[in-house]
């Protein structure tokens, strides 16, 4: 499981990876709509909507999103199936 904190350092990894800006990441999901509030759950250091994390699904691995929502408590392994639900469309 990846836990809160775990999950932002992940984010941040996935970034210099993609050679990406935080400021850029949250524009690109702005695009899509709203940023799931990203900034104030970043300095909370609280784990992003599901919603969210469906546009955040370019930056990890199946094995990885499967982690993250393993690893938050509230969304579980029903909100993980759902986000495998909505991608295949």
């Known amino acids: ?18 050679i990406m800006s935080f400021g850029e990441l ?18 909370k250091n609280l784990y992003l909507s599901i919603k969210t994390l469906k546009r955040l699904s370019f930056l ?3 094995d990885e999103l499967y982690l993250i929502c393993r690893g938050n408590e509230r969304s579980g392994y029903d909100n993980y199936a759902s986000f495998y639900k909505f991608k295949e469309k």
């Open 60 to 62: 990890f691995t199946d």
């Open 26 to 43: 949250s524009r690109k999901i702005l695009k899509n709509g709203s940023d799931g509030q990203i900034y104030d759950k970043r300095a």
């Open 1 to 18: 499981m990846i836990q809160e904190e775990d999950f932002w350092n992940l984010i941040e990894q996935k970034l210099l990876e993609r």
